[in-house]
């Protein structure tokens, strides 16, 4: 299978995701005859004098330093070069993957007037399995200059890529595909490195894991509600139709669906708080969740290079056009805000988890053992979750509002889309072990209820985490089945 591109604007996340899951890439003739076009408009503003960004005039405040032609490869190869920074543990194979796709798609606009050459490499290296070592961070740089220097480095033979379970050298990796290193025309270094791929090839990553653990938010609050016998009227369709509000209204029917098959209206004990307001808080995560995946389209579509080399039309006249497209403020901004939501999720586990420890709210013995008062039963996992949720909450601290001045203040703001990633992706390796945590104390309720819930649905997901997770007849150490439990909802396994 392999994925056609027709336009540079031809993805959308479901071609976006077939081609970092690993489909091939083919590419429309003309978007290569139309990147050559660009490319000699370039060419034709050099040979008329025009000062051109990175190509015959410095970088950064240095624009009054000329270049010349005798100096473009070493100029090229050192922008890819100097500028990768990066130290810390590397980014997942399917975002770089991503970053590369979104910068060649970027490329067949024609706006960044590199060479059809270019192009063809970006797509046969895609094609091939190409896997750059690119570290997560740290990098403080306006745009994304150092992961990209990292990712496209590897194109001229430097730096670390990954050929099945080996890292081998750059230069090793290309031959051994029989390839010699590439030689970056003017500009095109400069153009590898310009640009802001990174954020939405993390923000799609970072959303579909969100989604997956949204989804088992819904389960585990359904099983809390069927195992204390907790009022469902606060889940009524009629209530959710009253919010006004289509995401919330959502979360109604799936919890709904996921009780029905015993008498879910029947006029129960009002809940605790935290049972009640699921639909709400749920319903806000997905409601930003899909806002984000809205923004992530357009993103997926957008020219982030600078500068561009735009023809003339009626209003505005040919040439080389600086832009700050590369600055990712829009998806650094809902990265923060995702983080804030995911730390009212993790909230939520808590509370319900604190809750069915208390024999006043869950009828069950108290910390769910078997003989309290000698024995501890699961209370450890509810203070595992105590301290995800600490951390959560500093998690939710948004990384967004900083700015600081680099290279002698002409990079004077950045829009810091990594750390914010950063940050999100630490809050749902929490949120994803507190949902283990409580799924843990859920069954033994269950066991300890000495009934599985009537609901078919949830039957089922309680019999694959009783099959995981034996009961604690006596006290042991549950750092195994809370293990168990998280490799559950990291396979889906567990969402009906």
Known sequence: MSVRLDRHDALDLELYRRVVGGEDVEVDESLFERTDERRAALLDLVAGGA??????????????????????????????????????????RGVVRGATLLR????????????????????????????????????GASGEISPLAHLFQTYIGEGLVREGDEIVPASIALERRGLA????????????????????????????????LLAQAHVDAALAVELVGAST??????????????????????????????????????????????????????????????????????????????????????????????????????????????AQLTNLVERRLHRLLDTRFSGLPEQLAVDPG?????????????????????LASPASVHATDTSSGQEDVQAFEFVAAEQLGRALDNLELALACELVALRQGFYLRGAPPPQPLLAAVLEKVAAAVPPVIVDRTLTGDVERARELIAANALVP
């Not at 960044?112 to 050459?117: E, F, L, R, Y």
């Not at 957008?302 to 403020?329: C, K, M, N, Q, W």
């Open 104 to 139: 060649l798609t970027g490329f067949l606009s024609g706006h960044a007037a590199v060479s059809a050459g270019l192009c063809r490499f970006l797509v046969d290296r895609l094609n091939d399995g190409w896997d750059p070592v690119v570290p997560s961070g740290p990098y």
């Open 233 to 342: 009227r606060p889940y009524s369709r009629r209530i959710g139709e009253l919010s006004r509000d289509p995401a919330q209204q959502r979360v109604h029917e799936r919890l709904l669906e996921l009780l029905e098959g015993g008498s879910p209206f029947e006029d129960r004990l009002q809940g605790p708080a935290s049972f009640r307001v699921v639909p709400q808080v749920h319903g806000a995560v997905l409601d930003q969740l899909e806002t984000f995946e809205a923004r992530l389209v357009r993103a997926l579509g957008a020219v982030t290079d600078s500068p561009l080399i735009l023809p003339g039309d009626e209003r505005e006249p040919a040439g080389s056009y600086p832009s700050g497209s590369f600055h990712a403020a829009a998806i650094a901004l809902q990265l923060d805000s995702l983080a804030i939501g995911v």
């Open 374 to 394: 000698r024995q501890a039963g699961v209370v450890s996992v509810h203070k595992a979750v105590v301290g995800l949720v600490a951390e959560n909450r500093l």
């Open 51 to 92: 000062s051109v960004y990175g190509v015959t005039v410095g970088l950064g405040y240095l624009t009054d330093r000329t270049i010349g032609l005798e100096d473009q490869d070493a100029l090229q190869r050192s922008l890819l070069l100097a500028r990768a920074s990066g130290f810390a543990s590397p980014l997942p």
């Open 181 to 212: 290193p590439y030689r970056p025309l003017p500009k095109e270094g400069g153009a590898l490195l310009n640009g802001a791929p990174f954020a939405t090839a993390l923000g799609v990553h970072l959303g579909q894991r969100l989604g997956g």
